[in-house]
């Protein structure tokens, strides 16, 4: 299992509170977009709202984070670092901000 940290508003929107678990199975690793289908699929209410629904590309203001990196600029098909896959850390999506 995946863990996935969500941000406040996305938590509201899926109404679940602390971190979401999503199986990600099959003999490919896994993936932010393999893990980003599997949360959409578990909850479909979050469709759109972090990646382009016809693109898939991520959202401009969010931001993805797993071991202390910034996995934002990452290839969707890269795989994941392995404490995530273990479950031993998670998956944490933010709502990025901007402005002065």
Avoid at 3 to 23: C, D, I, S, W
Avoid at 45 to 54: A, K, N, P
Avoid at 68 to 79: G, T, V
Wanted: with cysteine; proline share 9%; aromatic share 4%.
């Amino acid at each position: 299992m995946i863990r996935v940290v969500l941000p406040a508003h996305l938590k509201n929107l899926a109404n679940v509170t602390g971190e979401v678990r999503v199986e990600v199975a099959g003999p490919e690793p896994a993936t932010q977009g393999r893990v980003l289908d599997a949360l959409e699929a578990r909850y479909p209410m979050l469709l759109g709202t972090i990646r382009d629904r016809h693109s898939g590309q991520r959202r401009a203001f969010v931001r993805f984070y797993a071991c202390e990196e910034d996995l934002s600029n990452s290839p969707p098909d890269a795989p994941l670092p392995e404490r995530v896959v273990a479950g031993e850390e998670p998956l944490i999506i933010l709502g990025a901000m901007a402005g002065g």
